[in-house]
């Protein structure tokens, strides 16, 4: 399975964009990049998931390299609520998630 | 989005004793559901992956006989416990709605598990 590297944490203003960036050299063409995030003390939650094309949903966009060896995902505008553990992840085929340490994200006030 | 449901939300259980952990897809069926452990500010690992109607598939570490999965209806998979010991207690976590590499996976609240 493909594997993504992310930075330990990160730290934004409050209402700012945040850029939270994801490396994974090894994608194969097949794979699907995907972002999920944990707040404390509850289970992740899907934020969005993209092949090639960039994309879009209410919670944020993904911005996919054109060689798709790394890939950004796009806080609009942060808020405190947005503070959380955010994975970056490249499913298996069989839909198995394999976490890393994900990026910790900070929002300040 | 869809919903998995996960309870007890938390469980304190005496050492010895064993633990049901039951994940529920509330409004999809699912014919696959896994099975995560997460220590206290660590990632989560992948325990198993749960195969309504067949035996659960373990990842390489995690003992089958500690940690019993059925998966017996579309809907329910259950995570057992068994002759908890303090070093089980985490936080466990189920999610279901990931077949295919290009669908979103829905997670369940967590389960607090302590053992005394």
């Known amino acids: 399975d493909a594997k993504t590297t992310q930075p330990n944490s990160m730290e934004s203003n409050e209402e700012e964009p945040v850029h939270l960036p994801c490396n994974h050299s090894t994608i194969s063409g097949t794979d699907y990049i995907h972002w999920y995030r944990q707040l404390p003390s509850q289970g992740p939650e899907y934020v969005i998931h993209?092949?090639?094309s960039n994309v879009n949903n209410r919670m944020a966009s993904l911005a996919i390299a054109e060689d798709r060896k790394s890939s950004t995902l796009i806080l609009h505008r942060a808020t405190l609520r947005d503070a959380a553990v955010y994975y970056c992840?490249?499913?298996?085929?069989?839909?198995?998630?394999?976490f890393g340490q994900g990026t910790t994200l900070q929002v300040k006030p | 989005g869809a919903v998995v449901s996960q309870h007890p939300s938390r469980v304190i259980c005496k050492s010895g004793t064993s633990v049901k952990i039951e994940c529920r897809s509330l409004?999809?069926?699912?014919?696959?559901m896994f099975w995560y452990r997460q220590f206290p500010k660590k990632s989560l690992m992948l325990m198993a992956t749960?195969?309504?109607?067949?035996?659960?598939?373990?990842e390489q570490g995690v003992e089958k006989d500690k940690f019993l999965i059925n998966h017996a209806s579309l809907t329910l998979s259950t995570l057992t416990v068994t002759s908890a010991h303090p070093e089980d207690s985490s936080f466990y976590i189920c999610?279901?709605?990931?077949?295919?590499?290009?669908?979103?996976?829905?997670f369940g609240q967590g389960t607090r598990l302590t053992v005394v």
């Open positions: 409004d999809f069926q699912a014919t696959t």
């Open positions: 993209g092949l090639t």
């Open positions: 749960s195969n309504e109607g067949s035996k659960a598939t373990y």
């Open positions: 999610s279901a709605g990931h077949g295919a590499r290009n669908t979103e996976a829905f």
């Open positions: 992840i490249l499913p298996a085929n069989t839909g198995k998630l394999i």
